[in-house]
């Protein structure tokens, strides 16, 4: 009986398209739309790049300026990308934007078109010369012998020894883009809206509420093997949309989502685990109607991925700065934390502790909506 109830569901389901549609060709919309409406933004990555700078300089005499400069621009870790050029092939490139800056080697200056993170790397980088070059210039000033190249070499190596300049330095090796704290609150929602099949499923337990229910309801089998039986079918289904969900966003839009992808997918079964317990113990209010119990699914699903940054970025801070217990019991806040964790840090603790909330969560509904199902009594079947 297990497995023809268990076969059974997940052929009626697949024939509701109302429910594919919310929980797989809903999600796969949105993230299209996200991806199209932010453009080139999420090309954008905030860590520092090599800079695009034009260097003038007339070369008729040694200058220290392009020695410093060359040191920058050499190895696999360089900060500046060079291009030697004329006063007024540098100028045009500035304007067509080519270049952050100009660097005149000759009178040691600056130009740039606007404030910038990178045009002030650039400032940094001419302020430490002057510095460095002035306080050579004072030490060799007041050595009461002329110094040999040894004794020059030793004093630039001093002066220039707490010189740092900014480097592209990387604390994991994920893709930490804000941008993709809303593709996951999609998969959040994503997971929620399974909620929509499971409560048609325990609605068909139910002798109020449809035929199925009322045969179901007189059957010799458990109620148990009816609940789990449909849960289980329903949990397959639903895990195998979320891995197309996943498939399509990483392939076909390219989001980068890390290469953890075993912890991935297990947290998309666990997300599609309590989407559905969600369904289940709202499908168990024996007096409130089938479409009441869409409207509150419709609801609960809208604002706990809300609250997850769906709509707005920030929303979750705001909430683990003044409320942080909601984000600790919210499914959906647990599901992008899982995939924000597995993409920037290197430990495991926060998915595995938001992995097991969330099971816990399931199996607590589950239990809870059987019980409310079991004490279901009708004056007439």
């Not at 330095?169 to 930490?176: F, P």
């Amino acid at each position: 009986m297990f497995w023809h109830n268990f076969k059974n569901c997940m052929k009626v389901t697949l024939k509701a398209k109302v429910s594919i549609f919310w929980t797989l060709l809903f999600p796969i919309a949105l993230a299209t739309f996200m991806y199209v409406s932010f453009g080139n933004i999420m090309d954008n990555e905030e860590m520092f790049k090599n800079i695009d700078v034009a260097v003038v300089s007339s070369g008729e005499e040694e200058n220290g300026l392009m020695v410093v400069i060359d040191a920058l621009s050499e190895g696999d870790d360089k900060l500046l990308n060079v291009k030697e050029m004329s006063e007024a092939e540098a100028k045009q490139a500035l304007k067509d934007e080519k270049v952050t800056g100009i660097i005149f080697a000759d009178d040691v200056r600056l130009m740039v078109n606007e404030s910038s993170a990178n045009a002030s790397i650039l400032e940094s980088i001419l302020s430490s010369y002057k510095q460095n070059e002035y306080a050579i210039k004072d030490i060799m000033g007041n050595l009461e012998t002329a110094p040999n190249e040894a004794d020059i070499m030793a004093i630039m190596s001093d002066v220039m020894a707490d010189t740092s300049y900014y480097t592209e330095k990387s604390t994991s090796d994920s893709n930490q883009n804000m941008y993709n704290n809303y593709f996951y609150a999609i998969f959040a929602m994503s997971c929620l809206f399974a909620a929509y099949s499971s409560v048609g499923a325990i609605s068909n337990l139910q002798a109020n509420e449809s035929g199925k229910g009322m045969r179901k309801c007189i059957s010799p089998n458990s109620k148990i093997v009816f609940i789990v039986s449909d849960f289980l079918s329903l949990l397959v289904l639903h895990f195998l949309v979320e891995l197309i969900a996943l498939l399509y966003m990483s392939t076909v839009l390219g989001i980068e989502f890390g290469d953890k992808y075993p912890a991935m997918i297990l947290t998309l079964f666990v997300g599609s685990m309590i989407g559905l317990a969600i369904g289940v113990i709202v499908g168990a209010i024996a007096k409130l109607g089938f479409g009441g119990k869409i409207g509150i699914l419709t609801a609960i699903g809208l604002v706990l991925s809300g609250m997850a940054d769906l709509f707005v970025n920030g929303v979750k801070r705001a909430i683990e700065l003044h409320v942080p217990i909601i984000n600790k019991i919210n499914p959906a806040a647990l599901i992008t934390d899982c995939f924000y964790s597995l993409n920037t840090y290197d430990d495991y603790t926060i998915f595995i502790q938001n992995i097991m909330i969330m099971a816990v969560e399931s199996v607590v509904l589950i239990v809870i909506a059987f019980m409310m199902i079991r004490r279901n009594k009708y004056a007439s079947i």
